[in-house]
């Protein structure tokens, strides 16, 4: 499977469960996640977040998805996935994705990452466990 397929299908669960995990559903207490106090919009529509993740085991593979809001908090814009390794040690992650130019504009924002697993589950549909989760109030920034 491909990483963005990875992605779509990560997407697709996420949908599905259409709620944020609460902490007691997070696989570890160590797992962590956080969000850059600036994220960039470009000209051309392209939004960069970014921060760090921490996670210490994984089954199967995992990434570090984020969207972002402005204005009305109902409406959130996916902003790409990365992949993360588990290993224990704090890393950097990325995300950036292109939306309609003017869809999000610099200033405030509204940023949730989380850190999600994708596990076999029943008939090889894969089945989303979470690690970590962060949401947190940013400045987009003309870049």
Known sequence: ???RQALGAAA???LLLSVAP???ALSDPYDQVTVDPTGHVAADGTVSLSGTYRCLSSTGPVFVSSSVSQGDPRV???IGGTSAVCDGAVHPWT???KRTPGTL???AAHVEATL???RPGVGGLPL???HARQQQDISLTES
Do not use: D, K
């Open 1 to 3: 499977m491909s990483v």
């Open 12 to 14: 697709a669960a996420a």
């Open 22 to 24: 609460s902490a007691a």
């Open 76 to 78: 959130r814009h996916g």
């Open 95 to 97: 995300n950036s994705e």
């Open 105 to 107: 504009t610099p200033g």
């Open 116 to 118: 999600m697993e994708l």
């Open 128 to 130: 989303p466990a979470f």
